[in-house]
């Protein structure tokens, strides 16, 4: 089974703070994912990567940056946290145009950030 | 970008009864999911079904990319199913989704 995992399902941090917020595949996917979530608002994507050290900006880029050094681990960063950066994160992988399932992407469980 | 428009946005069930979640889409995808998101919020795969009709247990699904539409069917419904329901797709590249609002499911008992 696939498993995505992300390291905090919880977190509060202070205004202009630096966050960061990891997530871990295990199934050697290439593609990458972040999204928030938020009321009346919906998923949107923030960023995602198709690669090692690649990277594309989705919807919402705006005030975040993200990393990813290794294949199986892809972060995102909040350089400065703001009150309207408050949402879920969620975090998801998928293979590359592969396999019966070419583009599924799997969830990581989320993290609910809060800040104050 | 695409549209994604999910109807009905809240349904209310009694639980064994059966119902009907529609996803309408504007282009042609090459992706399309279903997932339940749960009370914790963790987001479930339930289909990928870019076209055709697949069936796991008490849900089936179809989709008319033709006509640019898909169905989720959930039979003999269970209060373990209540939650948000989302369809999700992506276009030619396949790799990016655009998600429809969800539909908001109550199943009582």
């Known amino acids: 089974d696939v498993k995505v995992t992300q390291s905090s399902r919880y977190l509060v941090k202070r205004t202009g703070e630096k966050v960061f917020l990891e997530c871990v595949q295990d199934m050697d996917h290439e593609n990458m994912f972040w999204y928030r979530q938020d009321p009346g608002l919906g998923l949107r994507l923030i960023y995602f990567?198709?690669?090692?050290?690649?990277?594309e900006k989705g919807d919402i880029p705006e005030g975040y940056s993200v990393s990813r050094e290794k294949k199986e681990r892809f972060s995102l960063i909040l350089e400065s946290a703001s009150t309207n950066q408050t949402s879920m994160y969620l975090c998801?992988?998928?293979?590359?145009?592969?396999?019966?399932?070419?583009?599924?992407?799997?969830f990581g469980p989320g993290t609910r950030l809060t800040v104050t | 970008g695409i549209q994604v428009e999910q109807s009905p946005p809240d349904l209310i069930l009694q639980e064994g009864a059966n119902s009907t979640l529609r996803c309408n889409f504007s282009?042609?995808?090459?992706?399309l999911q279903w997932f339940h998101q749960n009370p914790w919020g963790q987001l479930i795969n339930l289909f990928y079904?870019?076209?055709g009709t697949k069936q796991n247990g008490r849900l089936s699904a179809t989709t008319v990319a033709t006509e640019r539409y898909s169905l989720l069917y959930i039979s003999s419904s269970q209060t373990t199913d209540s939650g948000v329901y989302f369809c999700?797709?992506?276009?030619?590249?396949?790799?990016?989704?655009?998600f429809g609002g969800g539909t908001r499911v109550l199943v009582k008992p």
């Open positions: 999700a797709v992506a276009g030619a590249a396949g790799n990016k989704l655009t």
């Open positions: 990567s198709y690669d090692v050290k690649m990277k």
């Open positions: 998801a992988s998928s293979l590359y145009g592969q396999g019966i399932s070419p583009y599924e992407q799997y």
């Open positions: 079904i870019p076209s």
């Open positions: 282009d042609s995808v090459n992706n």
